[in-house]
């Protein structure tokens, strides 16, 4: 049951209960499973998808309730994420960004930039991200910066890569030092603004229609009303980090989910039993059979641990100390790893148990070992296993970054 | 100079091509162009013939190398090699192969044509090779998955061999058609749709009225019987061609790499003690992988060797090549699975991108494994070591008329 | 806090809360870890540490609140469990069939019988388990019978094998046909009972202090209030199999949990680091470290699908129905196969991180190793997995019965 | 009848007692015993020294079949065999050896005793080689971990060499002194507490004021450099050997298992799908484990044959069998591991009694293993092929003198 927050007016999204989120994100994720191969074999961007997506709600359902928001934990805003991947892993990953930040909104923004980037939000407004450098040595180096150019009025020029979600954003809040070499801090701009180009020029070999492209910005006019300090200053304990990768966990579990559901479909209708098992159906063969529930177990493990994670994250959330944002980033690394371990086994594996026709191109099966592939990539999940290890060997606290 | 040093002088020119032909999805009619010319395909022809008389283990050593260079070119010939290992084993056992080995030392070179997927029942064959009045033959029929046979000049068919002129010889019966493909009524398409592989030809061949000397019909019953372990070999092969490639462009990413982790153990990614580890498992599952090939390769060899022996000796040489063959399949299958996908572990989010190709190698290799699934094989390797169960298709050339099209 | 069961006079264990349980189990299981080596090094059997923990109220957690229990969750019993089997398996395996036959007289005895036999554990006494035969062609065949001597009067004779705990028992129900190839009971029989005998003939490679010894009955007498249904005919669906089984993952699940102690603990004191390192202490090596991180993440997965599996069954006994037992077997089945896993590749990978010197047998730290390997058997996890992979396949729902 | 095929003989009846021994803690003094007195030890002595002149692939091979048999020999004879090929490749660099061979062929074995653990630091040792008066020497000091010594005839000691009567000499340097056990003065003491290997004779050896000529001293400086390899493979062979074993215990008790699982897919055990696609698993592994280590054997060979070669080939052959052992050691381990691990999986319960043993191919496994821990070995194998770093024993014997003690 969707109720419509008729407080905002006809223009805003409904606002949903936990039980809404989940039960809308289900419908929907079944509706973008449906395209999913053939938008991943032409490379379609999911426009219509997005704005389905703004429409029902879940795009607004992290706003803080004193905002008009729904206000629903990370638990319920990741299991949606992971329900939403195993429709379509591009469509989720678009507004991860989204997600990290009205987080950042809620933290770092002044009362009068939450009423307002809220509220475009709550009217299904989306917000994109230019972060990343690529010329950079260190993931972490930018260039990009807002100079000066009168009294409360900066012109930010730079450009950005990996930008996801920015093609189809609202907004994209964008990391620049403010004046040169000054501190990080979030200048927002309307994707419309002149002197804003997105360049889809995203061509990597999965989550192909993410539309992770390029952001130049050249010399636009950006105001200190829309300037936000940098949200990952870190100077004391946070989950920003730990909310962000909790999300891209449960995209991976989305996509391991998404594979074993694949490879049922086609064992139980067009696979043919191995003639020496002696079975009538490729689905009866113990060796399948067994197989599935390899890749099921590593999957049910990555969910555990993605849900033990979310939970953790909302902990953190309530008693904020070094100790509790230390216990969310090693959930969230736990998950991090396992998600990434189990998304690549059980798509690579998908072949294994689904014979020699599943490898026909058409049918894109492949798609979801490189959709894993590449959005495992994000950044790398032996870090996480690091944290881990410092923390198993010696109870060492992993490093307080937004990567954790 | 030799045929295989010839052919090894190519593998800098076809190595430099591959990424590009994989990306504009093109057939390597070149490379295979120059590896018949360079005699590739005489390599195991007995040195008296004008061949290398490479044993097996060498053979397979270049099958290997030239699986790094271009992951399509060993499958490409792998109906050649295994129509002219049944040659040589008939020139063993006594049969003039003069002719044939003088074609392959020319160039020529020849494709499979064994397979009939969908409806086919087992033990029948809808591809039919009619008697004529003459004495000699006319093909018709489709075969799929007929890998190299775009490229080769001969195609090497599994038929069912009917004689409506003579209807009291007897019911039909299973023999091998060689058939010139220069010929009008042979139609190659390369429709192979795999994510993997691509270039390896494996399309669809269709014969229609194809005229076939006598001379050219062998009985089925006649083959070598060493085929389905010269098969698996050859995907063996592949395999470890496709692992050392991926290693080689791994090596290279992570020289090449700029940007770390700024928490990471070095500052250079090349330094990183866990990336050179994840390197050293990748290369030491290569390692093991190659040596496990070159043992089959040379189970391969003594069953190859003993084409003069008894019966019960050559069934026994072979169902040993046949169960190492199944053996090495388990262990090399997850292997080489393994390394191609963990080798982006190595690598940032910038290995993803599509003009890098650097997830072909996981795609050619598991479209090479999809072939005979690893977890059906240890089943019969289990069943061989604890029941004696023979693996099932060491007896099926030769002995019975099951459908060997399934042997591949 | 630990509140005494007044009510039950001073001869009754305390009657704890779920958090009191987990502190309780925790204070318990330091003491039992000090002396775990060396019981196992010179086959000690843990009688003292048995008496403690009966005498600490944890044995008597799952008897129902109206008895003047505790009736505390499968949750918290199986955290219990994990805890306990942390600081030495061998204890934690003893009353596994202890909390077996609780549930089972919660579930098949008469009201009588219930006030009897929960009077005795409040008391402080155990129960033990006389069930598997050697002898058997099928693992659940069974030859000991209840023969009638007179009215309301039987006689038990038979052997068991593999009785886990019946040394320590006060009583061991005995599973039994009554009368020849009559429907199987559950005889109970005080262990000092003229004709009981227990045999300590145990020597597994692992597990070695459990008493897992032979049960011989010798014309025990039996009286018609001492004899229960088989509480595992399974003609509806249950939860009995999936309890049973939480608890033994829950064991290995502690079993791995202690390794990576151990193993933390001596690279942190007793191993040198690699000359090529270039570190000073080994614990510092990033392949250590690594090692480490990849045991952590396994045992952090298998313990998230314990937890999960523990509130499934919780969430079965409120809402009984054949979906919600099977998927409370599920879960459970994932939970086991996912231990399995952990807690044999944490005590084998244990000595990849300690180097050389660790294989020391005066340290006794093959023992994990030998522990998990020998409890693990308990039933075999590749079934785990097939049925984990029949539903993945064709969502089938596991089997009815004890094992799962 | 060759030496080799003496020694093959002994394996069933060593076979036979391995596990008693093993239960009983009881060194192999029998079939170490039998096996000098087959020829064991002469089995690389050149055929024209009345040796087998075995090849390394050859004498890796005798090496893995006998671990298969009992899992502790061949480690017991490690040090002998580095011994006697250090005589073999100045024999070949033009030393007459004629006198160690007839020591070899006739039983006599060496044993090692080149570790000094605990306070001893790098490029220092405790052991001491005193030069006396009339040109001989005395040695004084304990060795530890002192693999086979027990069961030798000579131990080939690495020690600080001192001449304090002639100090002009210049500082201490670092030799090989070969010992005679036989003497007084020279004690070995079975303390080895491993919980696997336990067999394999690894105590302390304690030398009082022990007599050695002048001609058994020998310049640390011209050990035969591959050592390092050697002792690799060794290992390599022992870890196949005991995956032998355990394929062997494996097959034969799921033979025997009676009782099933009652939803199984089959009545027996031996036909369980499931449990036979483990079996196959195993098999699999061990095939390809035993492959890598042939392989090694073979690049081993490589740098022994050139012992006549200059030192720019014999480096170069040196660094890649260095490597190449290394490499094989990532993968064998783990699959060895794996394998002597999972082979539970195929059994029941029962297979956990003590009296079965089983668990001695992990134990075993595990403690060989431990010897060189897989994950640093996997950073060394990257390192060298990302940075062309070398690994860091190749130059580590005869090149400097770091402490060799480590290169186990």
Chains 1, 3 share one sequence.
């Not at chain 1, 419908?27 to 997005?50: K, M, N, Q, T, Y």
């Not at chain 2, 019911?171 to 220069?182: L, N, Y």
């Amino acid at each position: 049951m969707v109720s419509l927050a008729s407080e905002h007016g006809t223009d805003t999204v409904p606002v949903l209960t936990s039980a809404e989120a989940v039960s809308v994100a289900r419908r929907l994720s079944a509706v973008f499973a449906e395209g999913a191969a053939r938008r991943d074999a032409e490379r379609i961007l999911p426009g219509p998808e997005l704005d389905e997506l703004s429409a029902s709600g879940l795009l607004a359902i992290s706003v803080p309730a004193a905002f008009g928001g729904a206000g629903l934990p990370v638990a319920t805003i990741t299991e949606v994420f992971r329900i939403l991947a195993e429709g379509d892993p591009n469509i989720a990953q678009i507004p991860h960004s989204h997600f990290v930040y009205v987080n950042a909104v809620h933290h770092q923004a002044t009362p009068a930039q939450q009423e307002f980037l809220f509220g475009e939000v709550l009217a299904g407004k989306r917000f994109g991200n230019a972060q990343s450098e690529i010329r950079s040595k260190h993931v972490r180096d930018h260039a990009t910066t807002l100079w000066p150019a009168a009294p409360g009025r900066w012109r930010l020029a730079g450009e950005k890569g990996y930008a996801t979600g920015a093609l189809f954003a609202d907004w994209i809040p964008v990391l620049a030092h403010l004046d040169e070499g000054g501190p990080l801090h979030v200048a927002w701009v309307e994707r419309t603004a002149p002197g804003v180009t997105v360049v889809d020029d995203w061509d990597g070999l999965g989550q192909r229609t993410t539309a992770s492209g390029t952001v130049r910005l050249d010399d636009v006019a950006v105001s200190d009303d829309r300037i936000t300090p940098y949200h990952l200053t870190f100077t004391g304990p946070q989950t920003y980090g730990s909310f962000a990768q909790v999300l891209h966990a449960a995209l991976d579990a989305g996509i391991a989910r998404a594979a074993i559901r694949d490879a049922a479909a086609f064992v139980t209708t067009a696979s043919r039993p191995y003639p020496d098992a002696g079975v009538e159906r490729a689905a009866d063969d113990p060796l399948v059979v067994h197989a599935f529930g390899e890749m099921e177990l590593a999957v049910r493990g990555a969910e555990a641990l993605v849900a033990e994670a979310a939970r953790a994250v909302d902990a953190a959330n309530e008693h904020l100390s070094a100790e509790s944002a230390g216990a969310a980033s090693l959930a969230v690394a736990a998950a991090r790893a396992a998600t990434t371990h189990a998304s690549v086994e059980a798509a690579s594996r998908l072949f294994e148990v689904c014979g020699t026709r599943s490898a026909l191109a058409s049918l894109r099966l492949d798609r979801h070992w490189r959709n894993a592939r590449t959005h495992t990539l994000h950044d790398p999940a032996a870090w996480k296993v690091q944290h881990l290890g410092r923390f198993a060997v010696d109870g060492t606290l992993p490093p307080n970054h937004g990567q954790i | 100079m030799t045929h295989r040093s010839n052919v090894e002088a190519l593998y800098p020119q076809i190595a430099e091509g591959a990424l590009r032909r994989e990306l504009d999805g093109e057939l390597p009619t070149g490379p295979v162009k120059r590896l018949k010319d360079a005699g590739l395909g005489a390599l195991r022809v007995p040195r008296e013939s004008g061949g290398d008389g490479l044993s097996w283990p060498e053979l397979v050593q270049v099958w290997i190398d030239l699986a790094a260079a271009d992951n399509n070119l060993p499958q490409a010939f792998r109906g050649h090699f295994a129509f002219a290992e049944d040659r040589l084993w008939h020139h063993r056992r006594g049969q003039d192969q003069s002719a044939w080995f003088a074609r392959f030392t020319a160039g020529e070179i020849a494709g499979n044509a064994w397979s009939e997927v969908g409806p086919t029942p087992i033990d029948s064959q809808r591809t039919v090779l009619t008697a004529q009045a003459d004495g000699s033959y006319r093909l018709d029929g489709e075969k799929y998955y007929t890998t190299g046979t775009i490229f080769a000049e001969w195609a090497d068919v599994y038929v069912r061999r009917t004689n409506p002129h003579r209807p009291e010889e007897g019911e039909d019966d299973f023999a091998i058609a060689i058939v010139d493909t220069r010929q009008g009524g042979v139609t190659v398409v390369d429709d192979w749709d795999g994510f993997g592989q691509r270039g390896t030809g494996s399309g669809t061949t269709t014969f229609e009225n194809v005229a076939v000397p006598a001379e050219n019909v062998l009985p089925f019953g006649d083959r070598f019987p060493y085929q389905t372990a010269v098969y698996q070999l050859n995907l063996l092969a592949t395999l470890v061609g496709i692992g050392k490639a991926a290693l080689e462009d791994t090596i290279t990413a992570v020289r090449g790499r700029e940007r770390n982790y700024s928490h990471a153990n070095a500052a250079r990614v090349r330094d990183d003690a866990q990336v050179l580890a994840r390197v050293g498992e990748i290369a030491a599952a290569i390692y093991a992988a190659e040596a496990a090939t070159l043992r089959v390769a040379a189970a391969v060899e003594d069953v190859a060797a003993a084409a003069g022996a008894d019966g019960a000796s050559i069934a026994r040489l072979n169902e040993t090549a046949e169960v190492e063959s199944a053996i090495a399949q388990v262990v090399v299958t997850d292997l080489i699975l393994r390394a191609t996908s963990d080798l982006f572990d190595t690598l940032g989010a910038s290995a993803t991108s599509r003009a890098k190709g650097l997830d072909r190698h996981w795609r050619n290799a598991r479209t090479v494994s999809s072939h005979n699934p690893r977890i059906l094989k240890s089943r019969v390797v289990g069943g061989y070591l604890v029941n004696g169960t023979p693996p099932p298709y060491a007896w099926a050339i030769g002995v019975t008329q099951r459908d060997a099209g399934t042997a591949s």
